[in-house]
C-alpha cells in the first residue's frame, strides 16, 4: 500500500499557516529559537520557500546579507534583479538571489557556454578557494560569455556573485528533500496533532527535557494529556481521539519498557486492575519491582484507583507483601481444592500530601508537573504585590518585580565569582534569572528547588533577567515566608 505522505500536494494552507506562525516545535529542522524567527520574518507560503529557508539557515547565508535580500524580496519590499532575462528561470525561485550551488553551474552555463561537467568543476573550485583554477575560469567565463553574445562585463558581474555566493551556497537536491520531511510533518501537525504529537512525545521517552517541551507544545495547540494511567496507559503516548493524547507509562522514571510490557500484558489477560493490591498479585514483581510501583504512584498513575497518593504510596510494602502471600497460599490450596482468594487489607491511612508536596513527587517521577502547578498554592501570599507574570516579561527600563517556583539553578565561575543562572516557573512561562556573585552569596540559601522566589531585575536584550535584591526583605516581610532575603544590592542585566 503506497504511503499517502507520498502523494501530498505541496499546497496546503494549513500546513503553510503552521510555518508563517513558527508553530514548529517537533517539526522537522525547524525546531529552534533562530529558525523559529527567521520563519515569522519570512512567513513561506510555497515549496520552494522551505527549501529555501533551510538553506539560508547556517551561519554563512545568515552573515553574508543573503537573509537580508532574500526577505524584502520575497515579500515585494525590494525590487529584483535577475541580471539578464535568460537568468529569470534560473534565479526566480529564490528572488534573485544566488543560494544553490546547483544555480552556480545553470549561470555558467547559460552565460558562460559551460558543459555541465566544466559546470561542476567550476562549483568545486569556487568551493575549494583555488586562486589558479579560479583564475582559469574567470577566462573561461569571460571568453565563453563573448562567444554566446553576451557582455563580457556581466560575465565578471556574475562570476564575482557567484565567486562570493558559492562560499555559502548549498545543496538544493540535499535540502530539498530534507524539505520534504519539512512540510509532511507540518502537515501532519495541522491534520493530524494528537497522533503527530504522540508520536513525537513517544519517539524521546527518556529524554524529560524533549517531553516537557512536547508536552508543553501540546498543550498550547489546545490538545489535552490525559495523565498517566495504569488502567488506562501504554508505554507510548497514544491518541485516544484527535483532541487527546493518553500519557506513556515510558516517560515515568524508574520504569523501563520490561516493566511496563509485563503491567500491560497482565492487564491485557485479565482485564482492568481493581486496586493496588490486585495491580501487585497479577503483575511479575520481578519486572515490576518496588521502585517501579512507587514511581507510578508519584506521577499519578493510580489516581484513578486511590485518589490518596501518599496512601497508595504508604501501602506499596503492605501490597507486595500481601500479593507474595496470596500466590504461597495459592500453591498451598491447589493441593486440596479450589483457591479462595483472600480480601486485601486497606489502605495504610495518612493524611494526602499537600499540592506542593504532591507535586514536587509528580516531578520526580515524570521530570515536571502535569496534574498541576505549585505556583498555584502560593498565589494567596502573593496578594497586594504587583507581579509581572512571567509571559510578559520583556526588555524595558527600570526593574521588574517577578515571582515564580525555582524550575532549576545551575552556577558558573567567572572573574567576580560565582553566579547562578535560576530558571523561574510562574505557569505562565519560564525565564531564566541571572544571578550575580554578590546577591547569589547572600541569597543563596533561598534559592531552592520547587521553593517560591521573589525578584527584581533588570531585563535584557535576551530576555533573561538580571535580579536585584534592593527589596527583598519588604516583599518577604509581605510574603511573611522565607522567598527570599538578603541585603541590598544593585541589579545587573545580562547582555
Known amino acids: 500500500m503506497a504511503n499517502p505522505l507520498e502523494t501530498l500536494p505541496f499546497t496546503d494552507p494549513a500546513a503553510y499557516d503552521i510555518l508563517k506562525k513558527a508553530n514548529t516545535t517537533a517539526i522537522f529542522q525547524l525546531e529552534s529559537d533562530g529558525m523559529k524567527q527567521l520563519l515569522t520574518k519570512l512567513e513561506p507560503d510555497r515549496f ?21 535580500d532574500f526577505i524584502p524580496r520575497k515579500k515585494g ?23 544553490y550551488q546547483e544555480q552556480v553551474m545553470q549561470i555558467s552555463q547559460i552565460i558562460g557556454g559551460y558543459t555541465l561537467g566544466g559546470a561542476d568543476l567550476l562549483r568545486r573550485a569556487m568551493g575549494k578557494k583555488k586562486a589558479e583554477e579560479m583564475a582559469t575560469h574567470r577566462d573561461i567565463m569571460r571568453e565563453g560569455a563573448a562567444k554566446k553574445g553576451y557582455d563580457p562585463a556581466l560575465a565578471m558581474k556574475l562570476f564575482d556573485l557567484m565567486e562570493k555566493f558559492a562560499e555559502y ?13 519539512t512540510y509532511q510533518t507540518a502537515w501532519l501537525k495541522a491534520h493530524h496533532a494528537a497522533a503527530f504529537m504522540a508520536a513525537s512525545l513517544s519517539s524521546d521517552l527518556d529524554n524529560t527535557d524533549t517531553v516537557k517541551i512536547f508536552h508543553d507544545d501540546a498543550v498550547k495547540n489546545g490538545l489535552a494529556i ?27 522514571k524508574g520504569t523501563g519498557e520490561g516493566a511496563i510490557a509485563n503491567l500491560v500484558a497482565a492487564r491485557d489477560q485479565g482485564g482492568s486492575f481493581n486496586d493496588l493490591f490486585d495491580f501487585c498479585r497479577r503483575v511479575d514483581r520481578r519486572l515490576v519491582n518496588r521502585r517501579a510501583i512507587e514511581a507510578l504512584v508519584r506521577a499519578g498513575a493510580f489516581d484513578s484507583l486511590h485518589p490518596n497518593r501518599a496512601a497508595a504510596l504508604m501501602s506499596v ?35 494526602e ?64 565569582g560565582k553566579m547562578a543562572f535560576v530558571t523561574l516557573d510562574d505557569r505562565s512561562a519560564q525565564v531564566e534569572v541571572a544571578v550575580f556573585n554578590e546577591t ?20 535584557s536584550l535576551l530576555a533573561t533577567v538580571g535580579l536585584a535584591m534592593e527589596s527583598a526583605e519588604q516583599y518577604s516581610r509581605s510574603l511573611n515566608q522565607g522567598s527570599l532575603f538578603g541585603e541590598e544590592t544593585a541589579g545587573e542585566s545580562m547582555g
Not at 529584483?80 to 538571489?97: N, Q, R, S
Not at 551556497?169 to 520531511?181: D, E, I, L, P, Q
Open 48 to 68: 520552494e520557500d522551505i527549501i529555501a529557508v533551510l538553506a539560508l539557515y547556517r551561519p554563512g547565508p545568515l552573515s553574508s546579507g543573503m537573509v537580508d
Open 77 to 99: 519590499k525590494q525590487s529584483i534583479d535577475y541580471f539578464h532575462p535568460d537568468l529569470k528561470a534560473c534565479l526566480e525561485p529564490t528572488y534573485g538571489v544566488i543560494v
Open 169 to 181: 551556497g548549498f545543496n538544493k537536491s540535499h535540502t530539498a528533500a530534507y524539505a520534504v520531511v
Open 226 to 252: 490525559l495523565p498517566p494511567d495504569v488502567n488506562q496507559s501504554s508505554y507510548r503516548f497514544v491518541p485516544v481521539d484527535r483532541k487527546s493524547i493518553r500519557y506513556g507509562l515510558g516517560a515515568i
Open 317 to 351: 510494602g503492605l501490597a507486595m507483601e500481601w500479593a507474595e502471600n496470596q500466590q504461597a497460599n495459592a500453591a498451598q490450596d491447589s493441593l486440596f481444592g479450589d483457591i479462595v482468594a483472600q480480601t486485601p487489607p486497606p489502605l495504610a491511612k495518612v493524611p
Open 353 to 416: 500530601w499537600s499540592l506542593k508536596e504532591r507535586l514536587a513527587l509528580e516531578k520526580t517521577a515524570l521530570g515536571f508537573y502535569i496534574s498541576g502547578h505549585p505556583f498555584d498554592a502560593d498565589r494567596d501570599s502573593l496578594k497586594g504585590i504587583a507581579l509581572r507574570p512571567l509571559r510578559e516579561v520583556k526588555p524595558q527600563p527600570g526593574q521588574q518585580l517577578l515571582a515564580g517556583i525555582v524550575a532549576s539553578v545551575r552556577t558558573q565561575m567567572t572573574r567576580r
Open 440 to 459: 547569589y552569596e547572600a541569597c543563596r540559601a533561598f534559592i531552592k528547588e520547587d521553593e517560591l522566589l521573589v525578584v527584581t531585575g533588570r531585563a
